[in-house]
């Protein structure tokens, strides 16, 4: 029961490690099933396609939170249009990092990347995942998985799963996590940037997600005692809450967006992007063109 309060108050105030002031205006990128509590606006590209999450973990939102749709190579912001980016477990999925990258240090002023590190990737050996990563003499080095190591994992199923390992990893992040934290520029080195098979191949798994949109599970007291306490927190640290034009760019050509009922407009790259469920897809498509 107390390790239990202690994950979920890490969980809540965790953040408070890095170096996020009152009043920052803070985006989460990549967010999937584990957004950053502290994050007033949350980014991840798909909905409900869970394959390369956790198991079965699906997309959250906080109540405080908005979400958009986009592509973590062409973020639809302005440029600092944040104070503070986390960005946990998604730099290993990214096909191109020197693009990711310097998009990260044009939208935002400061930040925070945390990935598997190189020995925890090797023992797991998950098959979407297209780098390697270490940190040396605080800089990023990514090296591409090749297709002969991309599907390797040095650890029987049976023994990750089993709660004496989960405790020794909890226990070991500086092993097994790189955390890396960055203002105004992003050091970085990439090893082999030309793909080299493996990836071409991975099939996405057919997945039964629920419905965007439906509550999640537990009993009624719970789920308003986490609304109440994040409420609470956001009057204490949060930043005010921004209109969506404020911030938001065309992802194409990073022109200024117009919103027309259902949908934002981009009149100067001529593209429409639709608005599903209060949620703004701001992904490129090509029967999105005026």
Request: charged share 30%; aromatic share 12%; net charge positive.
């Amino acid at each position: 029961m107390i390790r239990r309060l202690l994950l979920y108050w890490d969980l809540l105030l965790g953040w408070r490690r890095l170096n996020i002031r009152s009043g920052d205006f803070i985006l989460d990128m990549g967010s999937g099933d584990n957004p950053c509590v502290r994050a007033d606006i949350v980014c991840d590209k798909y909905l409900r396609d869970n394959a390369e999450r956790a198991g079965e973990m699906k997309l959250q939102v906080y109540p405080h939170q908005k979400l958009i749709m986009a592509d973590a190579e062409k973020l639809p912001f302005k440029d600092k249009a944040f104070d503070y980016v986390v960005c946990r477990h998604l730099l290993e999925h990214i096909n191109n990092p020197e693009i990711f990258f310097k998009d990260l240090m044009r939208v935002a002023m400061a930040g925070y990347i945390e990935s598997p590190s190189e020995l925890m990737e090797r023992l797991y050996g998950w098959p979407f995942h297209v780098w390697f990563i270490k940190l040396e003499n605080k800089k990023l080095i990514l090296a591409r998985k090749s297709s002969s190591n991309n599907h390797s994992s040095e650890l029987p199923d049976a023994l990750k799963k089993t709660p004496d390992f989960e405790r020794l990893v909890r226990k070991n992040q500086d092993i097994f996590l790189i955390k890396y934290e960055w203002k105004d520029r992003i050091d970085y080195e990439i090893i082999s940037c030309q793909p080299q098979g493996g990836m071409e191949d991975f099939k996405r798994a057919k997945l039964t997600p629920r419905p965007f949109g439906q509550k999640e599970a537990g009993p009624v007291w719970k789920r308003w005692l986490k609304y109440w306490i994040l409420k609470t927190l956001r009057l204490l640290w949060f930043s005010p809450p921004r209109e969506l034009l404020d911030f938001l760019a065309c992802p194409e050509c990073k022109g200024s967006l117009q919103k027309e009922k259902d949908r934002f407009v981009c009149y100067k790259c001529r593209r429409y992007y639709p608005i599903v469920d209060e949620v703004p897809f701001l992904i490129k498509e090509e029967s999105n063109e005026l």
